[in-house]
């Protein structure tokens, strides 16, 4: 026991020596090949370590805290293929700085490595050449395929059929504001591409908005509105699932007629009809799609909770009227009330349709990480299993998704290794980004 104990305590005190002296480059190997070229630095043990590029020139900085160079390390090698040279020096805090003077246009990718038979610690950076794709789409495509999960947005209303009308704004002109937000927000999302089922002031009929979802394969129908109700007090967001159930076509008839028929009380037009509106606009009949529309919709319930009040916090559930069968998940969010004229002026408020859209965006890609169908991208990034990580202090400026992109890893993948649901980051957190094999 006693003598356990001391090894111990001796193992410690040599780890943190250890620690405490820093790391040695002991060699940087540079090579090329094809269009890449790979640049180790060979390290006496690992360290923590930063790595960012910078513009105008281009460069990539590598800063390893407590480090040195080796003395045998007098003269750095020269620079080839995407690096034109290669500089060193210790900056005041004690870190090692190296710097690669490199190409234009070189996305870089960098990873830890274990000792081996052959070498010891080393950190391992990777320049490819950018292409002429958007460097983005590029990152991703790179290391998996898989198609993209769409998410289909409906905007309620528009052309003829206002919907709920407040003192400003009428439904149909509010709706478009918060789902091109949306819109944007999916498609700048690694995995996701949105599908606006208009985007303009028209009228599409029910049954064709389904159809455009369908026809382009989306994941999940997402309807936006604003509600309204005679008191003028009532407020709050809510949203609901989409339940299914069959219906003949007169009964479809006569609530499509209902629902672009707003009722009016008192010079004031209503909008009860949304639910009428989910009712003919879902023809989603399996259950499965209604634990989707469940599931989906507690998680955007749940975001949208933390941004405005809701009305009700329960995901309610609708019954819906089939027209034909397909699994598509569905829900509809009622953004806030139009008759309120406090939270009318709300969402007319570009800030909070960012905060709003946020929210919904928020609760679907939680969803989907938890959820991802197969063969999308999602799932092969939520699948896969990370060979190292690598630590990324938060300096100004940064963004998950320059992050990801300089990493060459999914937005996604980061947000996983750091349990984040949204892409608030702040200077001086440290991300670990996971780094996966074969690069
Ligand atoms: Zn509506």
Same mark, same amino acid.
């Given at each position: 026991?006693?003598?356990?104990?001391?090894?111990?305590?001796?193992? /410690?005190?040599?780890?943190?020596?250890?620690?405490?002296?820093?790391?040695?480059?002991?060699?940087?190997?540079?090579?090329?090949?094809?269009?890449?070229?790979?640049?180790?630095?060979?390290?006496?043990?690992?360290?923590?370590?930063? /790595?960012?590029?910078?513009?105008?020139?281009?460069?990539?900085? /590598?800063?390893?805290?407590?480090?040195?160079?080796?003395? %045998?390390?007098?003269?750095?090698?020269?620079?080839?293929?995407?690096?034109?040279?290669?500089?060193?020096?210790?900056?005041?805090?004690?870190?090692?700085?190296?710097?690669?003077?490199?190409?234009?246009?070189?996305?870089?990718?960098?990873?830890?490595?274990?000792?081996?038979?052959?070498?010891?610690?080393?950190?391992? &950076?990777?320049?490819?050449?950018?292409?002429?794709?958007?460097?983005?789409?590029?990152?991703?495509?790179?290391?998996?395929?898989?198609?993209? /999960?769409?998410?289909?947005?409906?905007a309620g209303h528009?052309?003829?059929?206002?919907?709920?009308?407040g003192r400003r704004?009428?439904?149909?002109?509010l709706n478009p504001?918060?789902?091109?937000?949306?819109?944007?927000?999916?498609?700048?999302?690694?995995?996701?591409?949105?599908?606006?089922?208009?985007?303009?002031?028209?009228?599409?009929?029910?049954?064709?908005?389904?159809?455009?979802?369908?026809?382009?394969?989306?994941?999940?129908?997402?309807?936006?509105?604003?509600?309204?109700?005679?008191?003028?007090?009532?407020?709050?967001?809510?949203?609901?699932?989409?339940?299914?159930?069959?219906?003949?076509?007169?009964?479809?008839?006569?609530?499509?007629?209902?629902?672009?028929?707003?009722?009016?009380?008192?010079?004031?037009?209503?909008?009860?009809?949304?639910?009428?509106?989910?009712?003919?606009?879902?023809?989603? %009949?399996?259950?499965?799609?209604?634990?989707?529309?469940?599931?989906?919709?507690?998680?955007?319930?749940?975001?949208?909770?933390?941004?405005?009040?809701?009305?009700?916090?329960?995901?309610?559930?609708?019954?819906?009227?089939?027209?034909?069968?397909?699994?598509?998940?569905?829900?509809?969010?009622?953004?806030?009330?139009?008759?309120?004229?406090?939270?009318?002026?709300?969402?007319?408020?570009?800030?909070?349709?960012?905060?709003?859209?946020?929210?919904?965006?928020?609760?679907?890609?939680?969803?989907?990480?938890?959820?991802?169908?197969?063969?999308?991208?999602?799932?092969?990034?939520?699948?896969?299993?990370?060979?190292?990580?690598?630590?990324?202090?938060?300096? %100004?400026?940064?963004?998950?998704?320059?992050?990801?992109?300089?990493?060459?890893?999914?937005?996604?993948?980061?947000?996983?290794?750091?349990?984040?649901?949204?892409?608030?980051?702040? &200077?001086?957190?440290?991300?670990?980004?996971?780094?996966?094999?074969?690069?």
């Open positions: 026991m006693i003598r356990a104990r001391l090894i111990l305590v001796l193992l /410690i005190f040599l780890l943190s020596t250890a620690a405490k002296a820093g790391s040695t480059v002991e060699n940087i190997r540079v090579w090329s090949e094809n269009e890449k070229t790979r640049v180790v630095l060979d390290l006496s043990h690992s360290t923590d370590h930063n /790595i960012f590029t910078l513009r105008g020139p281009d460069r990539l900085v /590598i800063d390893l805290k407590d480090s040195r160079l080796a003395e %045998s390390l007098d003269v750095l090698p020269k620079g080839a293929g995407s690096v034109r040279s290669i500089r060193s020096a210790i900056r005041s805090n004690g870190q090692l700085r190296v710097v690669l003077d490199l190409t234009k246009g070189v996305h870089s990718k960098s990873f830890r490595a274990g000792p081996n038979s052959q070498y010891g610690d080393r950190l391992v &950076i990777d320049l490819t050449r950018a292409g002429n794709l958007q460097p983005v789409k590029r990152a991703s495509e790179e290391y998996q395929s898989g198609r993209d /999960i769409i998410i289909a947005i409906d528009g052309g003829y059929d206002p919907g709920a009308i704004s009428k439904e149909k002109d504001a918060i789902s091109k937000e949306l819109a944007r927000r999916i498609t700048a999302e690694s995995g996701m591409q949105a599908l606006l089922i208009r985007d303009s002031d028209v009228f599409v009929e029910l049954r064709d908005r389904v159809a455009k979802a369908r026809k382009n394969k989306a994941d999940l129908f997402v309807s936006i509105h604003a509600d309204a109700f005679h008191n003028s007090r009532a407020n709050g967001a809510s949203v609901f699932a989409l339940n299914l159930k069959g219906a003949n076509d007169e009964a479809v008839r006569q609530l499509e007629r209902r629902e672009t028929a707003p009722v009016s009380v008192g010079g004031v037009s209503l909008h009860d009809k949304d639910e009428v509106l989910a009712s003919v606009l879902f023809d989603l %009949s399996q259950n499965a799609s209604l634990s989707v529309s469940l599931d989906v919709g507690a998680r955007v319930s749940r975001e949208m909770s933390k941004v405005t009040k809701m009305h009700s916090k329960e995901v309610k559930q609708k019954s819906l009227l089939v027209l034909k069968a397909a699994d598509m998940g569905s829900i509809l969010v009622e953004t806030g009330f139009i008759s309120n004229a406090a939270e009318e002026k709300k969402l007319r408020n570009k800030k909070h349709q960012a905060r709003l859209a946020g929210a919904v965006l928020a609760g679907i890609r939680s969803y989907f990480y938890t959820n991802p169908p197969p063969g999308t991208r999602i799932a092969m990034d939520v699948r896969r299993i990370p060979s190292s990580q690598v630590r990324h202090v938060i300096s %100004s400026g940064d963004t998950i998704s320059q992050i990801a992109e300089h990493y060459n890893v999914s937005t996604a993948a980061i947000r996983r290794a750091n349990k984040l649901l949204t892409d608030k980051i702040r &200077i001086g957190q440290t991300l670990s980004i996971p780094v996966f094999a074969g690069g």
